[in-house]
């Protein structure tokens, strides 16, 4: 029920992922409202409906609301998750809510402090990605939070993202080490020194799309700056290309020979492609995607979903990452005594 098309067009993009990836999805919220869009959009009467009262509106204070309205679809989604009768979740509504739910309801991995929102992003590199962490969960970290978060971002880059040993990079505003605020200062110590990740340096403004790198660490309030600017800018690049295509008939016959490569380009450049961002660090799979997502960005986010779980992401983070040796604790137990 969250977003600014719902429930239209939630339905619609989850009618298409259940009949195109063979997902079974369950829709959460007012039977009535999710009945008549299912109905307009010929879709099957198979698809699951789960009953929720109320939702998270986007100007509300989220633990406030979340406390006030227990059977708000967002707390009901995640209970799903929680109840195991789905594996994951998906909203399109207050990104606040929903992470502050998947927190209430799920909890954190062991290890994790605070989660982060990862979002992928092209680079000029065609079929190398890069994963940003974080675009929006955390605004004010600590070193440690973002150490944490190269962990994460290189386990879903190996694994989900197919890079062999992810390049890790800390956003900052030059390549040395000295440069930055106290934040990328003592973040950049702890990723040079951590064995698990493989740190490469800073990554300037002009490196996120490089490719050179293929996790990219900073905090909240940075990254959903990055986020949404990266987003305009490829707005206006697939604008700019429909308007600068030659018009009658001879642009007719160029746009219609030009008609794949043109899809190429808007399947790398177009952030609905991509469906939405991955919260790693709770104990469970959840998509946030923009408020503002329609159809195809559903279909996408659930499609997203459906490679983490089948990757398995959580298992691998905390497999992998986050067990303390028994060396390590009889060595921290002794030096406390």
């Known amino acids: 029920m969250g977003g600014d098309y719902a429930p239209h067009e939630i339905v619609a993009g989850a009618i298409r992922a259940q009949a195109e990836l063979g997902v079974e999805v369950l829709l959460v919220g007012d039977p009535e409202q999710i009945r008549s869009s299912i109905a307009q959009h010929h879709g099957s009467s198979q698809i699951e409906i789960v009953a929720a009262d109320g939702v998270v509106a986007m100007g509300e204070e989220p633990l406030v609301s979340l406390k006030r309205k227990p059977n708000a679809s967002i707390n009901v989604a995640m209970d799903l998750v929680k109840e195991g009768r789905a594996d994951a979740v998906v ?123 293929d996790v990219i660490v900073c905090d909240g309030f940075v990254g959903n700056i990055l986020l949404k600017f990266a987003e305009a800018v490829g707005e206006v690049m697939l604008q700019i290309i429909r308007e600068e295509l030659p018009q009658g008939i001879q642009g007719q016959l160029g746009t219609a020979l030009l008609k794949p490569n043109l899809k190429r380009i808007k399947q790398r450049m177009d952030h609905a492609e991509h469906g939405g961002a991955l919260l790693l660090g709770v104990a469970g799979i959840c998509i946030i995607s923009h408020g503002s997502s329609q159809a195809p960005s559903i279909f996408n986010a659930i499609r997203l979903a459906q490679e983490a779980i089948d990757h398995r992401v959580l298992e691998r983070i905390k497999a992998n990452h986050f067990k303390k040796s028994k060396k390590s604790v009889a060595t921290n137990s002794s030096s406390e005594e």
Request: charged share 20%; proline share 5%.
């Open 91 to 213: 909203c399109a509504g207050h990104s606040g809510a929903a992470m502050a739910a998947a927190l209430l309801r799920l909890g954190r991995l062991p290890g994790i402090d605070r989660p982060a929102i990862g979002a992928v992003f092209p680079t000029i590199m065609a079929g190398k990605p890069v994963i940003i962490m974080d675009v929006g969960a955390i605004v004010d970290c600590r070193p440690k939070y973002l150490e944490q978060f190269a962990i994460m971002g290189s386990v879903y880059s190996k694994y989900v993202l197919g890079m062999e040993e992810p390049k890790v990079g800390l956003l900052n505003i030059g390549e040395e080490e000295c440069k930055g605020n106290d934040l990328a200062i003592r973040t950049h110590q702890l990723l040079r020194k951590n064995s698990r990740i493989n740190f490469i340096g800073n990554a300037e403004g002009r490196d996120v799309l490089s490719g050179q790198f």
